[in-house]
Nanobody, 115 residues
C-alpha cells in the first residue's frame, strides 16, 4: 500500500508560481511511475505530468514549458513546479503512483489562479 499526501496548493495571481509536493509513505519501487493529475469543476480528471524513476518526463500540451515535474527517490517525494500560471490552471491537483495495474491517489490540493 502507498499513502500519498499533497501540499503546496493555494491562491495565486495569473502569472504567478506555485510548487506542489507529494510525500509518499510506504514503499516506492523503482518501477513506479509518479504523476500529477488535475480536475477542474465540471471537467474530467486529466493527466498533467509523469516521471519515471530514471527521470523520463512527459507533459500535457497545455502545461509544456510552464510546469516541471521532479522526483526525489530518497525522500519518496514528487514535486510539480508551476510557473506562468493561468486561470485555466485552476483545479484540484492529485498525486498519483502507478504500479503495474494498481493506481494510488492522494486526497488532492486546490490550486486557484485568480486576480
Amino acid at each position: 500500500q502507498v499513502q500519498l499526501v499533497e501540499s503546496g496548493g493555494g491562491l495565486v495571481q495569473p502569472g504567478g508560481s506555485l510548487r506542489l509536493s507529494c510525500a509518499a509513505s510506504g514503499s516506492i519501487y523503482s518501477r513506479d511511475v509518479m504523476a500529477w493529475y488535475r480536475q477542474a469543476p465540471g471537467k474530467q480528471r486529466e493527466l498533467v505530468a509523469t516521471i519515471t524513476s530514471i527521470g523520463f518526463r512527459n507533459y500535457a500540451d497545455s502545461v509544456k514549458g510552464r510546469f516541471t515535474i521532479s522526483r526525489d527517490n530518497a525522500k519518496n517525494t514528487v514535486y510539480l513546479q508551476m510557473n506562468s500560471l493561468l486561470p485555466e490552471d485552476t483545479a484540484v491537483y492529485y498525486c498519483n503512483v502507478l504500479r503495474g495495474p494498481d493506481n494510488y491517489w492522494g486526497q488532492g490540493t486546490q490550486v486557484t489562479v485568480s486576480s
